[in-house]
């Protein structure tokens, strides 16, 4: 029987968007009985979407053991759930891999809020302008944001597997990249191979893209698609979690 699998995406982009989806070509690859891409708030903060995933993996499974498999913000969000024990998800939640996830938090969140003062991007002043609600998904990724629940995190019978990006694709990321290599060290654009670290150590070596190619994608070529081997490279972190 197949496993059932979750795959949780990260901030500002849904699960599917003209046409395209978050994860490029993933859907195609797994039985749809047993493959959930649960919809969350894109902007809202780490509780509010973790409440909204685990809220979808009941409707999708509501019996049987779970694999979630997030990338960036989505894996904190996965990681709240599991911590909180949200609608008994817990017991049932066998493995959760994160991909890129900034576990540690993010310097682009700190200068997309202005922090450090004098550091700020030209978002920096529309971002000001969003609701409160809004607003929490940048609060929750700052290198000095708390989401709120690691008294309880990392949770004992959860199989956690970490993986980072250390590449560079697409043009739109230089500037980040550089900013977070002066900080942080080694990243993927988003997210530092440290931030993504969690809870010790990486399930394999980071991989050579960033973090678009981390979801298969390239902003800076027709039809998009990165040349990193993404479907392959998921199959693999699937097969780890699931083993």
Same mark, same amino acid.
């Given at each position: 029987?197949?496993?059932?699998?979750?795959?949780?995406?990260?901030?500002?982009?849904?699960?599917?968007?003209?046409?395209?989806?978050?994860?490029?070509?993933?859907?195609?690859?797994?039985?749809?009985? &047993?493959?959930?891409?649960?919809?969350?708030?894109?902007?809202?903060?780490?509780?509010?979407?973790?409440?909204?995933?685990?809220?979808?993996?009941?409707?999708?499974?509501?019996?049987?053991?779970?694999?979630?498999?997030?990338?960036?913000?989505?894996?904190?969000?996965?990681?709240?759930?599991?911590?909180?024990?949200?609608?008994?998800?817990?017991?049932?939640?066998?493995?959760?891999? &994160?991909?890129?996830?900034?576990?540690?938090?993010?310097?682009?969140?700190?200068?997309?809020?202005?922090?450090?003062?004098?550091?700020?991007?030209?978002?920096? !002043?529309?971002?000001?302008?969003?609701?409160?609600? !809004?607003?929490?998904?940048?609060?929750?990724?700052?290198?000095?944001?708390?989401?709120?629940?690691?008294?309880?995190?990392?949770?004992?019978?959860?199989?956690?597997?970490?993986?980072?990006?250390?590449?560079?694709?697409?043009?739109?990321?230089?500037?980040?990249?550089?900013?977070?290599?002066?900080?942080?060290?080694? !990243?993927?654009?988003?997210?530092?191979?440290?931030?993504?670290?969690?809870?010790?150590?990486?399930?394999?070596?980071?991989? !050579?893209?960033?973090?678009?190619?981390?979801?298969?994608?390239?902003?800076?070529?027709?039809?998009?698609?990165?040349?990193?081997?993404?479907?392959?490279?998921?199959?693999?972190?699937?097969?780890?979690?699931?083993?």
């Amino acid at each position: 029987m197949a496993p059932n699998l979750v795959f949780a995406s990260g901030v500002l982009v849904p699960q599917r968007i003209a046409g395209l989806d978050y994860f490029n070509g993933l859907r195609s690859q797994y039985p749809p009985d &047993t493959t959930l891409f649960p919809p969350v708030s894109v902007l809202g903060s780490v509780e509010l979407r973790a409440q909204e995933l685990a809220m979808r993996i009941n409707e999708k499974f509501p019996a049987g053991e779970v694999h979630i498999i997030a990338h960036s913000i989505g894996g904190l969000d996965a990681r709240c759930l599991v911590a909180q024990n949200l609608l008994g998800l817990a017991s049932r939640v066998v493995s959760l891999s &994160t991909i890129s996830t900034p576990h540690r938090g993010s310097p682009v969140a700190d200068l997309l809020l202005g922090e450090p003062a004098g550091l700020e991007f030209p978002f920096s !002043n529309l971002l000001a302008q969003f609701s409160p609600v !809004n607003v929490h998904a940048m609060l929750d990724l700052r290198t000095n944001g708390a989401p709120g629940f690691k008294d309880q995190d990392p949770v004992p019978g959860v199989r956690y597997f970490a993986y980072a990006g250390a590449g560079l694709g697409s043009p739109l990321l230089f500037s980040t990249q550089a900013y977070i290599q002066s900080r942080e060290g080694v !990243n993927d654009g988003m997210v530092s191979v440290n931030s993504a670290t969690w809870p010790n150590k990486l399930a394999e070596p980071a991989w !050579n893209t960033d973090h678009f190619g981390e979801i298969g994608y390239d902003l800076s070529v027709p039809g998009l698609r990165a040349p990193f081997p993404f479907l392959s490279t998921i199959s693999k972190v699937v097969q780890t979690a699931t083993s």
